[in-house]
């Protein structure tokens, strides 16, 4: 038990509750306790508070009110403690901080009564709930808050909001400025306010995406351009998720935009500067390789052994850039989505068996031999043979590139559930660990120590994995460190 500087009978009667009720209530409450005198010095605390603020009853018993509140609050609590002395409130409250005796700090809520005896104020009690925690959270959760919008400006990232059921959209700062809109001018507005400024031929595209992700519950991401009032247009990349009640109804959206009218600038120039270098170039190097290539068939007649070789090396060179060429134009249609396909049906079988025809002499250059070890009798699916045709040349050149010398790449076609399974299994030194999740990037290609080998663009792994997705199927790999890799892709079998 708590000593006490007074006994409980001290205390007036006008508290309604006898000795003994007011003794437990007041010790066994689960938060701190206090009463204190009219100079603000304690005349009565419990354990919680004790516990809470570090000093024993005794301590505390000679010490007033001012003594454990910090220095920055005890304006705010004299004031506070005056209200309810002198100006005749019954009760007020406080968020202040405490001084622990070993010098810590720690957060309560105070909530403080009078206790009156006759017309004259003489004690007041209070009840003291640690808050620490909450205002560490608060607090944290503010410093965070800084620091986001410290990142937010400094990435150049509006936020966004807009509630469904009362159709209001809430734009901060950064939004209102890609937009064109004044704080002044902004109070909040209908959805109705934000599509009218959408580029016309982009409005269904914007409308389609917000009505998916709230009824199918897919992705927000969509680009779009917007028009300001000047008449100027800007490119904005927005993002969002749905938040929905119990019954997954959605309440509203939030999300984020950018502007990417600069990326969108710099892409258009460099999708303009390869088309036009490409196509310059592609010209006169199918018409020289050509040329070299009728060189080397010897048409007018039997050439130097010396000339030969050399219209070889200049005959390879030139088929390199010719690839090289082609891939960079299929990249920049792809990335602009006009890549086409012509989908018919066909015997990958077949097909397969053709790829491994066209590309056998140039594995054999490479002292390796492509072979279609298993197959079904047919296959069917729906391809374009071209495309189809790109994606073999790619694993089967890959293959033979990265083989042991004297070795043989090995080719299956088999059924497996829906879907054809294509592998092609080379073996080589096999993909490092550290490269195996770049494969598929651009302009990527792992370290392969035979220079005759290095003739690759780093492109052609993209574009595959590409062409296979638009087929509906799917691309990936197994490798082992000296030992070999095998690429397969399955495509859905045309039943």
């Keep these: 038990m708590v000593r006490k500087n007074k006994s409980y009978s001290d205390f007036p009667t006008s508290l309604h509750l006898d000795e003994e009720v007011f003794r437990r209530s007041f010790e066994e409450a689960g938060i701190g306790m206090t ?12 354990q919680a508070f004790c516990n809470f603020i570090g000093y024993s009853a005794d301590e505390l018993y000679s010490m007033t009110v001012i003594d454990v509140t910090h220095p920055d609050d005890r304006k705010a609590t004299i ?81 966004w909001q807009w ?21 002044d001018e902004y109070e909040g507005t209908l959805l ?46 927005s993002r969002a998720d749905v938040d929905r009640d119990f019954d997954g109804k959605p309440i509203r959206m939030f999300g984020s935009a950018i502007d990417i009218t600069q990326h969108k600038l710099v892409e258009t120039m460099k999708n303009e500067f390869i088309s036009t270098v490409s196509h310059e170039l592609r010209t006169p190097l199918t018409s020289i390789f050509g040329s070299l290539g009728l060189l080397l ?62 590309n056998q002499a140039y594995a054999e250059r490479l002292d390796t031999k492509i072979v279609l070890i298993e197959h079904p009798k047919q296959a069917l699916a729906l391809v374009d043979s071209d495309r189809f045709a790109q ?58 120590t035979d220079n005759r080998r290095q003739d690759g663009t780093g492109l052609g792994l993209a574009i595959s994995k590409f062409i296979v997705e638009q087929h509906g199927g799917e691309i990936g790999f197994k490798s082992q460190i000296d030992v070999g890799t095998t690429f397969h892709f399955g495509l859905p ?3």
């Design 192 to 237: 109705e306010d934000f599509t009218k400024r959408i580029h016309p031929d982009d409005m269904a595209e914007v409308t389609d995406a917000m009505s998916s992700a709230l009824q199918e519950n897919t992705e927000y991401n969509t680009e779009f351009r917007v028009v300001l009032p000047d008449g100027s247009v800007r490119w904005i990349n």
């Design 79 to 159: 004031a506070l403690r005056n209200e309810v002395i002198s100006q005749g409130r019954q009760e007020n409250q406080e968020e202040k901080r405490y001084i622990q005796k070993n010098g810590s700090i720690v957060w309560g809520l105070l909530n403080r009564s009078v206790i009156k005896v006759g017309d004259s104020t003489e004690y007041t009690i209070g009840q003291v709930q640690d808050i620490t925690f909450a205002k560490e959270t608060e607090q944290a959760l503010r410093k965070s808050e800084r620091r986001l919008n410290q990142s937010l400006d400094a990435g150049g990232i509006g936020t």
């Design 493 to 495: 079998v045309l039943e």
């Design 391 to 448: 994606v073999m040349a790619n694993l089967l050149s890959n293959a033979a590139k990265f083989s042991f010398d004297n070795s043989t790449v090995e080719v299956v076609v088999n059924l497996s559930g829906p879907n054809i399974v294509v592998a092609v299994a080379d073996k080589g030194p096999g993909i490092p660990k550290e490269f195996q999740s770049k494969i598929f990037d651009k302009f990527n290609r792992a370290v392969n």
């Design 35 to 46: 009463i204190i005198g009219s100079k603000g010095k304690f005349l009565l605390v419990n």
């Design 297 to 358: 068939g010897e048409v007018h007649g039997e050439l130097p052994k010396e000339v030969k070789s050399m219209i070889e090396v200049a005959h390879r060179n030139a088929d390199r850039l010719v690839r090289l060429i082609n891939d960079i134009l299929d990249i920049q249609k792809i990335e602009s989505g006009k890549l086409d396909f012509n989908v018919q049906s066909h015997d990958i079988v077949a097909m397969v068996k053709l790829a491994i025809e066209a």
């Design 163 to 183: 509630n469904v059921r009362d159709d209001t959209h809430e734009w901060d700062d950064r939004i209102k400025a890609m937009f064109g809109v004044s704080s």
